[in-house]
């Protein structure tokens, strides 16, 4: 997963993006690993999904099962044109999508903000198509919204997040911030890759805290 220097960073045009299939190509284990609710569903009423991309899925997947609130999360494959894609050829760069951590929450225990600012804290969302030694448009940083609360704290979130890093000597965010219906669908990964750093406690891990603080109540009360 890491190390990948040359893979391309530059967005696949939709007409040279591969076929891809009609259906998905493996099979699935119904339940988290670690928390134990279905991966595809049904939650709890009332629970909210955000997506989100941050770099390679294992790290981030890992941070955000560990938050209070989180109902379940899963990985896979969003942002590109490329139906029902594998990883091997979201690895190729011509499929579009970016590795991303779909988050289903339950609002009365945590918010769309306080998810966000574990986002912010935790990579480095300046360096457009890449994170750290993963480079390629696999691994570029998104926030993909599904309710109009997601997307305002994205988008307070981002710009507080984003005078920090200033501060700190870093440049603009390259982060891309859109809905859901936006991107396109999530396609889950390969069984081996949910849960992964549970599976594989010693695997590669390219996440962790970045030294910074992402402001928080700027549109709710935290």
Not at 37 to 51: R, Y
Not at 133 to 157: F, K
Request: with cysteine; charged share 15%; proline share 7%.
């Amino acid at each position: 997963m890491g190390f990948l220097f040359g893979r391309p960073t530059n967005m696949v045009d939709p007409a040279d993006a591969l076929p891809g299939r009609a259906t998905r190509s493996f099979d699935l284990a119904p339940l988290h690993v670690v928390l134990g609710t279905p991966l595809e569903g049904p939650w709890s009423p009332g629970s909210q999904v955000i997506q989100l991309a941050m770099g390679c899925f294992w790290g981030a997947e890992r941070i955000f099962w560990r938050q209070p609130g989180v109902v379940v999360t899963t990985v896979g494959y969003q942002g590109g044109y490329t139906p029902n894609p594998t990883y091997d050829e979201v690895c190729t760069g011509r499929t579009g999508h970016a590795e991303t951590v779909r988050v289903v929450y339950d609002p009365r225990a945590t918010s769309a903000e306080a998810l966000l600012k574990v986002f912010w804290e935790n990579h480095d969302p300046t360096q457009g198509m890449r994170q750290g030694n993963d480079v390629g448009t696999a691994y570029r940083s998104a926030i993909h919204w599904t309710t109009a609360e997601q997307e305002a704290a994205a988008l307070a979130t981002r710009d507080a997040f984003g005078e920090v890093l200033r501060a700190h000597g870093f440049g603009p965010i390259t982060t891309q911030i859109r809905s859901a219906a936006q991107a396109g669908e999530f396609y889950l990964a390969e069984d081996y890759h949910q849960g992964y750093l549970h599976k594989n406690p010693r695997g590669y891990c390219n996440h962790g805290p970045n030294g910074m603080t992402c402001p928080v109540g700027l549109t709710s009360a935290e």
